[in-house]
T-cell receptor, first 115, second 115 residues
Framework: AQSVTQPDIHITVSEGASLELRCNYS??????LFWYVQSPGQGLQLLLK??????LVQGIKGFEAEFKRSQSSFNLRKPSVHWSDAAEYFC?????????????FGKGTKLSVKP | EAGVTQSPTHLIKTRGQQVTLRCSPI?????VYWYQQALGLGLQFLLW???????NRGNFPPRFSGRQFPNYSSELNVNALELEDSALYLC??????????????FGPGTRLTVL
């Protein structure tokens, strides 16, 4: 069955430091991949997505992610973290390449930012 | 342009009661998805509606049901509420649903508490 793994439950970084959140997926064909961010008690906001083409994807708020087929990974990065980036981040894959409609989410990584 | 809207924001019900949650998609979107985010269980797919029809269903009992109206808004109904139904219920919409995963945009959610 398809799955998404986010190995880090909680990460703390200092403001201004770089950030990398890990995401690994399982799917045989080319996946549709997404990163969403959720502030406490709020809905999900789309940061970026990968459907095909360039494997380095730029998103909002200065985030980027790189699709690496050989590693089945889609890690999220940001060169310099701001205090407002503190939130929970979810990686997701489109189920069965999108034919099932739904997204399969990882368990999320909670990001804390130290001043 | 207005995003996905959900109502109500919060609900408190008692065990055994029934509840209806509402979702209005982004204008022009024909697909609506429902997800449950319960503490410790992550984001779980509930239902997918496209063009008024149920297209896919997650691993939830039949007391979770819904419908999509001609204007593409949607309702999620939960009968015979149980304590474990307490969760944030998220609605998402996308432009094209059938046959592929299009980007899903999420609403702010409805927080349901079952006492």
């Amino acid at each position: 069955a398809q799955s998404v793994t986010q190995p880090d439950i909680h990460i703390t970084v200092s403001e201004g430091a770089s950030l990398e959140l890990r995401c690994n997926y399982s799917y045989g064909a080319t996946p549709y991949l997404f990163w969403y961010v959720q502030s406490p008690g709020q809905g999900l906001q789309l940061l970026l997505k990968y459907f095909s083409g360039d494997t380095l994807v730029q998103g909002i708020k200065g985030f980027e992610a790189e699709f690496k087929r050989s590693q089945s990974s889609f890690n999220l990065r940001k060169p310099s973290v701001h205090w407002s980036d503190a939130a929970e981040y979810f990686c997701a894959v489109g189920a069965d390449g999108g034919s099932q409609g739904n997204l399969i989410f990882g368990k999320g990584t909670k990001l804390s930012v130290k001043p | 342009e207005a995003g996905v809207t959900q109502s109500p924001t919060h609900l408190i019900k008692t065990r055994g009661q029934q509840v209806t949650l509402r979702c209005s998609p982004i204008s022009g979107h024909t697909s609506v998805y429902w997800y449950q985010q319960a503490l410790g269980l992550g984001l779980q797919f509930l239902l997918w509606y496209d063009e008024g029809e149920e297209r896919n269903r997650g691993n939830f009992p039949p007391r979770f049901s819904g419908r999509q109206f001609p204007n593409y808004s949607s309702e999620l109904n939960v009968n015979a509420l149980e304590l474990e139904d307490s969760a944030l219920y998220l609605c998402a919409s996308s432009l094209v649903g059938r046959g592929r995963t299009d980007t899903q945009y999420f609403g702010p959610g409805t927080r349901l508490t079952v006492l």
